[in-house]
């Protein structure tokens, strides 16, 4: 069994400019990767919404990292049973990973944001093959974060915490779990704290689908809906 392991540090020092950036494009094609990037300092890319990253392969085991206000990864990922961990620090950032197509079978995602106004978008599915997705979200701020997860799965489990510090600032999240799932159906749990917060939540399915939302704070708007 050949495994590839790519290894990238990448550190960008603010001493005279605050233009400085670190970029990093990757198209990888093959079974068994090992990825992981490290980047410290601002505006760092890891792919682009233009060019964005391609990981294509079964067994993928990633790792990003990134310290920093203004950074974004943006990447397609194609492959049956991938781990992967987002871990980001830092005010502004941009986190787009789609496996729309393809074979999306058995992922594993754990997303961990703290700092101001993030984006992340997680779609998984849309006209792929994809079963047993199970994702974490963490997300702690000061100011508004907006997050959208879509998933078409056979099984989908999702759990996300999201906490605003300044109470009054908001966030935006949007669920959507489809596809007729196993025997165990779709699982989404919800918890957050902060004012303000827009709450949309979409489950299908033949089977059971099952939704747990906890919210502490004034002024939040939810919408459940749940179909068979």
């Not at 290894?7 to 990757?26: E, F, H, Q, R, S």
């Not at 300092?41 to 392969?57: E, I, R």
């Not at 792929?128 to 100011?143: K, L, P, R, V, W």
């Not at 915490?161 to 165990?184: E, F, K, R, V, W």
Request: contains cysteine; negative net charge.
């Amino acid at each position: 069994m050949k495994i590839t392991t790519i290894k990238i540090l990448l550190l960008g020092w603010l001493l005279i400019t605050p233009a400085l950036a670190n970029d990093i494009y990757i198209q990888q094609s093959g079974d068994n990767l090992d990825l992981d990037i490290i980047q410290d300092g601002q505006n760092n890319v890891a792919g682009t919404s233009g060019t964005a990253m391609s990981l294509t392969g079964d067994n993928m085991t990633f790792s990003i990292s990134q310290v920093g206000g203004g950074n974004v990864i943006e990447a397609t990922i194609n492959g049956a049973t991938y781990t992967g961990n987002i871990n980001l620090t830092g005010g502004t950032n941009t986190v787009d990973l789609d496996c729309a197509t393809g074979n999306c079978d058995t992922v594993s995602m754990s997303i961990d944001v703290t700092g101001d106004s993030a984006d992340v978008t997680v779609n998984l599915g849309s006209t792929a093959d994809a079963s047993d997705y199970t994702g974490t979200i963490d997300i702690t701020s000061a100011a508004t974060e907006t997050f959208t997860l879509t998933v078409n799965a056979a099984a989908a489990d999702a759990d996300i915490d999201i906490t605003n510090t300044l109470g009054s600032a908001g966030n935006t999240a949007t669920y959507s779990q489809s596809g007729d799932g196993d025997i165990n159906g779709h699982s989404l749990v919800h918890s957050h704290t902060g004012d303000g917060a827009v709450i949309d939540m979409s489950q299908s399915g033949i089977y059971d689908n099952k939704i747990n939302v906890t919210t502490s704070g004034d002024g939040a708007e939810i919408n459940i809906t749940q179909t068979d």
